[in-house]
């Protein structure tokens, strides 16, 4: 699934390429991909403008306003969740259907159109109403999701309180996207490396100073996947015009079993965790005692 590094290219696409546009018409081709706007989607869209394009954690959305008017309606956005494999290309609208495409929209430009492609259906598009969210304010049914950590939102010293209260293992922590979003198992693993931390280390027992140094590494880490445009390890993530990022390349830990640390040598170990797998150095990030599952 998309992290908010591959989110945020996604994101930035949609400004360059989308943004200030107003819809001339909405295809909806497979109901899921809509869920509860089947058959109102393309009359919810049809002559709005797509005002801007916004992200917090792993999800995307575009404020509308008035296409005519110009006046911007705040009240409502269209939400994108990519899912496991949902893609938002612009490309010509006169370029081949796509076999997965579910959502197409065209413009009064009459210029590149948007295409909602998505193999697993897992993804979807929503008009929805915004509400006060933490810090700004969001799409109402994304009011719970935290701040991410590459938002002005976000609040370190609130995020470290609610750390230590958690009383968990850090990576499930990590993950849970009401207490920080848009960290998934890739960057999770990959932080932890950099923070010398074991996926299973007890939250209580993280101090103020362990806490701001994992949160340097968690940023550090989703600023270099940025500058490469996300991690691709298929062809289900890319970006608007179709291109794979490459962060792949640099990872440290993830998907690198038995490979050796690039720090000290020692062969990468892969362990369960949640039905998935965490992926660490068993040298730099021993296992604690007291580890949480």
């Avoid at 001339?24 to 899921?32: G, S």
């Avoid at 950590?149 to 230590?164: K, S």
Wanted: hydrophobic content about 40%; overall charge positive; aromatic content about 6%.
């Amino acid at each position: 699934m998309p992290e908010l590094p591959e989110v945020e290219v996604v994101r930035r696409g949609l400004e360059s390429w989308v943004a200030g546009r107003t819809v001339a018409a909405a295809e909806v081709l497979h109901p899921r991909a809509v869920r509860r706007n089947v058959g109102e989607l393309p009359a919810q869209l049809k002559g709005r403008t797509l005002a801007s394009a916004e992200r917090r954690g792993k999800y995307l959305w575009l404020p509308l306003r008035d296409g005519a008017s110009g006046e911007e309606e705040p009240g409502e956005a269209l939400i994108a969740h990519l899912g496991m494999s949902g893609q938002l290309l612009v490309v010509d609208p006169l370029s081949p259907i796509e076999k997965h495409l579910r959502v197409r929209m065209g413009f009064t430009d009459g210029g590149l159109e948007l295409r909602f492609v998505d193999q697993r259906t897992f993804g979807h598009l929503l008009v929805a109403p915004m509400a006060a969210g933490r810090g700004r304010p969001v799409p109402e049914p994304i009011a719970h999701i935290a701040a991410d950590p590459l938002e002005d939102a976000f609040d370190d010293a609130e995020f470290a309180v609610r750390l230590r209260l958690r009383r968990t293992g850090i990576k499930r922590a990590l993950l849970d996207q009401s207490l920080i979003s848009g960290v998934g198992n890739i960057y999770a693993d990959e932080a932890l490396w950099r923070a010398r931390l074991h996926w299973a280390r007890p939250t209580e027992t993280l101090t103020r100073p362990k806490i701001t140094e994992l949160l340097a590494a968690v940023r550090a880490v989703m600023t270099e996947a940025l500058g490469q445009g996300g991690t691709s390890f298929d062809s289900l993530y890319v970006n608007v015009n179709g291109e794979s990022g490459y962060f792949d390349r640099s990872l440290a830990v993830y998907g690198r079993r038995d490979e050796p640390c690039r720090r000290c040598g020692t062969p990468i170990r892969r362990e369960a965790f949640m039905n998935r797998s965490s992926y660490s150095c068993p040298k730099c990030q021993p296992r604690p005692r007291n580890a949480r599952p």
